[in-house]
């Protein structure tokens, strides 16, 4: 793809009062009031950063959800990206796809818990209903470690631990400064 094709010709971001949005009644995509208030404290904290996709009369492509919060948080205007370029069918596989992909992805639970970790560390608004959608405090007390194995290899100790990330975090953060424990990538290595 030419880097001209990234973006269709004369493609710009407007403004449009946010009674102009047109959603589509045959949306598949669905969410709770406490999904809304949660996506509606992440645009208050970080702003409303992805223009709602749409034709040039306000029919929504892309951006159902993000109006719904922008509603909620009684926003009165919104970027429109125009999407004039695409017909009927294209718009229909688009809006399948880009929901779908984003399911896709999986975390990499070490590198998630040293983000989380360094984000509590900053008093980041951590938790599960707050605007990152994160948290290590709150620990469900009903779940359980589902692996505890301390095996000795040479002249170290290797304590496996498999169990809910939230668990797993607070387990490393309890035994990180202990002397003589090394933390290395998802092991807890005793020297």
Request: aromatic fraction near 8%; glycine fraction near 8%; charge should be negative.
């Given at each position: 793809?030419k880097?001209a094709?990234?973006?269709?010709a004369?493609?710009g971001?407007s403004?449009?009062?946010i009674?102009w949005f047109?959603p589509d009644p045959?949306?598949?995509?669905?969410?709770s009031?406490?999904d809304?208030?949660?996506?509606?404290s992440?645009?208050?904290r970080?702003?409303?950063?992805?223009?709602?996709?749409?034709y040039?009369d306000g029919?929504?492509?892309?951006g159902?959800?993000?109006?719904a919060?922008?509603t909620?948080?009684g926003?009165?205007e919104?970027p429109?990206?125009?999407?004039?370029?695409?017909d009927?069918?294209?718009v229909a596989e688009?809006?399948?796809s880009?929901?779908r992909m984003?399911e896709?992805?999986?975390?990499?639970?070490s590198k998630?818990?040293e983000?989380?970790?360094?984000?509590?560390?900053?008093d980041?608004?951590?938790?599960?209903d707050?605007?990152?959608?994160f948290?290590l405090?709150?620990v469900?007390?009903?779940a359980?470690?589902e692996?505890?194995d301390?095996?000795?290899?040479?002249?170290?100790?290797?304590?496996t631990?498999?169990?809910?990330l939230?668990?797993?975090a607070?387990?490393?953060?309890?035994?990180?400064?202990l002397?003589?424990?090394e933390?290395?990538?998802?092991?807890l290595?005793?020297?």
């Open positions: 793809m880097r094709d990234l973006l269709p004369g493609a971001v403004i449009h009062e009674g047109k045959t949306n598949p995509r669905k969410w009031a406490e809304v208030q949660q996506f509606a992440a645009i208050a970080y702003g409303f950063r992805v223009p709602i996709l749409c040039s029919r929504i492509v892309d159902h959800f993000r109006l919060a922008a909620a948080l926003l009165k919104l429109c990206m125009a999407s004039d370029d695409w009927p069918k294209l688009f809006r399948l880009v929901n984003g896709l992805a999986a975390w990499e639970s998630l818990l983000r989380l970790e360094a984000l509590r560390a900053s980041a608004p951590l938790g599960d707050g605007p990152i959608g948290g405090e709150e469900d007390d009903s359980e470690i692996a505890w301390f095996a000795p290899t040479e002249d170290v100790h290797v304590v631990i498999r169990s809910p939230p668990i797993a607070e387990v490393r953060e309890r035994l990180r400064g002397a003589g424990v933390i290395v990538e998802d092991n290595e005793l020297p």
